[in-house]
């Protein structure tokens, strides 16, 4: 037992030996007095947190289902910026509509069932855009804030803002969770 301790002590006595100062003296004249101490530098603040947070979880999700759309993270979260819409809302919607994109009308590039489904967009970032700006614009600009208030203009379906909630909740359980790792982890 003795011997087991020695041998952690001087472990432990070379390791701190061995390791970086993370004080040191200024070198130049006239700065003896200061001692700069070597802090690592925190570049990602909250908005970055946040952005980087809600885009692996978009990510995440479409991943899940190997959706076509996964590398529009991006577009998703700028489009929910721009018309100050949950970052949510429209990869629950294509989540409904056509599982993530996987099936939607041969070249559509409509993963929200917009106009039906036959609505043909030129890329997965036109449809991105211009859905989240007409659902701006038509629907909320007017007064349906909620889920459900979209839903009774979006589709005759009853069932429609339940099915999109699912997604979008089960996208708001993961970003608490991410945010919950980050905010407990410490750099070492």
Known sequence: MVK???IVMIAFAVMMLTLPKHAFAASEAGASARLAVNQPQFTMNLV???YAV???VIRDTLEAYSSPLIGFEDEFI?????YGID???LPAISGLESTFGKFILSGSFNPFGWGGGYIHFTNWGDA???VARELK???MNHGALTIEEVGHIYSESPTWAQRVRYFRNKMLE???KQLNLSTNSVEL
């Open 137 to 139: 614009a038509n629907y």
């Open 174 to 176: 993961s970003e608490k």
């Open 87 to 89: 970052c949510y809302l």
């Open 48 to 50: 970055d947190i946040n």
């Open 4 to 6: 087991t301790y020695t």
């Open 128 to 130: 991105i855009n211009t």
């Open 54 to 56: 809600k885009k692996s």
């Open 78 to 82: 700028n489009a929910c910026k721009t």
